[in-house]
């Protein structure tokens, strides 16, 4: 059974500091992502590592989030840095094993976690 777990959401002042983790259990994803959804807004990409092993980010989180991934290649991980009030949303944890980019709409992942909820307060 495929399974992902996140972990590490919580509250941040602006400025600080969240990390967040998302283990995928029973499977071995070519590409994992994490994608956010704030309260009426659609979900977005925030961050992947492509198939060529470069980060890819969306343009909000540039030079502030660092998206990595353990040697196993089953554990994502989000440092997020310089918290803004507008990251505040629930970040998800996707992945999917079709070849290609794994720059790809939310549509086009098949699996996902339970999200975990992000909050900075200004």
């Known amino acids: 059974q495929v399974q992902l777990v996140e972990s590490g959401g919580g509250s941040a002042q602006a400025g600080g500091s969240l990390r967040l983790s998302c283990a995928a259990h029973?499977?071995?994803?070519?590409?994992m992502a994490w994608f956010r959804q704030a309260p009426g807004k659609e979900r977005e990409a925030v961050a992947t590592i492509d198939t060529d092993n470069t980060p890819k980010y969306a343009d909000s989180v540039k030079g502030r989030f660092t998206v990595s991934q353990d040697n196993s290649q089953t554990t994502l991980y989000l440092e997020m840095n310089n918290l803004k009030p507008e990251d505040t949303a629930l970040y998800y944890c996707a992945a999917d094993n079709r070849v290609g980019s794994c720059v790809r709409p939310h549509s086009s992942y098949y699996y996902w976690g339970q999200g975990t909820q992000v909050t900075v307060s200004s």
């Open positions: 029973g499977y071995l994803p070519l590409c």
